[in-house]
T-cell receptor, first 118, second 116 residues
Framework: AQKVTQAQTEISVVEKEDVTLDCVYE???????LFWYKQPPSGELVFLIR??????QNEISGRYSWNFQKSTSSFNFTITASQVVDSAVYFC???????????????FGRGTQLTVWP | GAGVSQTPSNKVTEKGKYVELRCDPI?????LYWYRQSLGQGPEFLIY????????DSGLPNDRFFAVRPEGSVSTLKIQRTERGDSAVYLC??????????????FGPGTRLTVL
């Protein structure tokens, strides 16, 4: 079973629109970490954010915001006033802190291709 | 350099050949990870090292794949008897600490492997 599900394969928006990328995760661990990475056309994964399972506070960083809800096992990512430079594939990932040999490895979703049109 | 580097950036080989992919992590990072990313997919974990030892190699698909990190820094991913299905981008990442999974992994640009 997929540990991280990103149901949206592709999203297209026009510049200045807000867009939310969905992420649903699955784990039996009580301590875990959630991540978002951006992969622009150049291919290199860029770290955006890390949250631990004990901190459900939403976070805002400029035009980016994240909504973490343990009750629905979701960690959604919103870009406000999108720009063309936001066009990329965005990955949600999970790291389980317990579990012996799985410590540290990231489980990635399949990614959401975001295209922002001018 | 300041980031994770990988060489070569592209590798084209023929089915059945042996290839080596190199990863140079960020200086001082003790943990090193290999992932494989097929077209249209998210990265899939292969193996990680804590220092010189492979702490988890459960993601290696079969015994044709092997990785080493003899001095706890540079790592080499080795693929024997390559198959067309091995074609993918191989990503390397490193992190400063492995404690509790609270690790920000910094990724390299990847090596695009094409097996003809």
């Amino acid at each position: 079973a997929q540990k991280v599900t990103q149901a949206q394969t592709e999203i297209s928006v026009v510049e200045k629109e807000d867009v939310t990328l969905d992420c649903v995760y699955e784990t039996r661990d009580t301590t875990y970490y959630l991540f978002w990475y951006k992969q622009p056309p150049s291919g290199e994964l860029v770290f955006l954010i890390r949250r631990n399972s004990f901190d459900e506070q939403n976070e805002i960083s400029g035009r980016y915001s994240w909504n973490f809800q343990k009750s629905t096992s979701s960690f959604n990512f919103t870009i406000t006033a999108s720009q063309v430079v936001d066009s990329a594939v965005y990955f949600c990932a999970l790291s389980e802190a317990l579990g012996g040999s799985t410590l540290g490895r990231l489980y990635f979703g399949r990614g959401t291709q975001l295209t922002v049109w001018p | 350099g300041a980031g994770v580097s990988q060489t070569p950036s592209n590798k084209v080989t023929e089915k059945g050949k042996y290839v080596e992919l190199r990863c140079d992590p960020i200086s001082g990072h003790t943990a090193l990870y290999w992932y494989r990313q097929s077209l249209g997919q998210g990265p899939e974990f292969l193996i990680y090292f804590q220092g010189t030892g492979a702490a988890d190699d459960s993601g290696l698909p079969n015994d044709r794949f092997f990785a080493v990190r003899p001095e706890g820094s540079v790592s080499t991913l080795k693929i024997q008897r390559t198959e067309r299905g091995d074609s993918a981008v191989y990503l390397c990442a490193s992190s400063a600490t492995l404690a509790g999974g609270n690790n920000e992994q910094f990724f390299g640009p990847g090596t695009r492997l094409t097996v003809l």
